[in-house]
């Protein structure tokens, strides 16, 4: 994680760049929700077809701004990470072509290897970027719908623990899998069950519940990634510490 804002700080134009887009990403990311909330509060109320249309473009006009800046942002972290991490891996793999090592050296330093060599290719490492409008999702949660955005917390630090311990769990990648499926459903089933009996009582209305399971859902895929992101950094950090190691 502290390699990722040293390397970024660097390159103040690609960091600049990376965090713009960012934010045009989080932004979008809020249209399912709010459309959600507009058409069943208020398009529902009046009826007006006109409404719902302009509705609909300018839904799908920013979910596709949110994709066109996904993949630029993927492909400007990719090259970030070439340029830092080329230089490093030509030196290795001269380096390493050219020395004697042992079964275990090789096993260790090849796979060192492997893994940058990967990393530099993905753009996993963006997913971090994301984090601080995962949690502005959490805001604006609080005043659609505050019982969904305690909810969405309490779930989004149950997963990110699980993550975290999932070795210690003994949890393959499969378990792994069908544990984040199951912990996305108990949270839409939460929100839904506690919004019915608001909806009820006259606390909430059908358009802000379904807007706020929404933005819920985005929030907790955002921890996931997050959490992933994280994990991922800290095994090429490792990798790169070996690799610097075995060329000095």
Not at 10 to 34: E, Q, V, Y
Not at 97 to 115: F, Q, R, S
Not at 135 to 162: D, E, G, K, Q, W
Not at 183 to 201: D, E, H, N, P, R
Request: hydrophobic share 50%.
């Amino acid at each position: 994680m502290n390699s990722l804002i040293r390397h970024l700080s660097r390159d103040k134009k690609t960091a600049l760049m990376l965090l713009i887009s960012s934010l045009i990403i989080g932004i979008c990311a809020l249209t399912p929700a709010l459309f959600v909330i507009i058409v069943l509060n208020k398009y529902l109320a009046s009826g007006i077809t006109a409404t719902l249309i302009s509705l609909t473009a300018g839904a799908i006009l920013a979910l596709g701004f949110e994709f066109s800046f996904r993949q630029n942002r993927s492909i400007m972290m990719q090259e970030f990470n070439q340029r830092v991490y080329d230089p490093l891996l030509k030196k290795f793999t001269e380096k390493f072509n050219k020395a004697e090592h042992t079964e275990e050296e090789y096993k260790k330093l090849d796979g060192a290897g492997t893994l940058v060599k990967n990393m530099r290719t993905s753009s996993v490492t963006s997913w971090i970027l994301d984090w601080p409008f995962v949690l502005a999702f959490l805001i604006v949660l609080i005043f659609i719908n505050l019982s969904a955005a305690v909810i969405t917390a309490i779930f989004m630090i149950i997963l990110n623990r699980i993550i975290t311990w999932k070795k210690n769990l003994n949890l393959s990648q499969d378990s792994m899998s069908s544990v984040e499926i199951l912990i996305t459903g108990l949270l839409t089933l939460t929100i839904i069950s506690v919004g019915a009996v608001m909806i009820m009582q006259g606390q909430l209305d059908i358009g802000s519940l379904i807007g706020s399971n929404i933005l819920a859902a985005r929030a907790l895929q955002g921890t996931n990634k997050y959490t992933k992101a994280k994990e991922f950094i800290l095994q090429r950090d490792r990798a790169v510490s070996e690799i610097i190691k075995f060329i000095k």
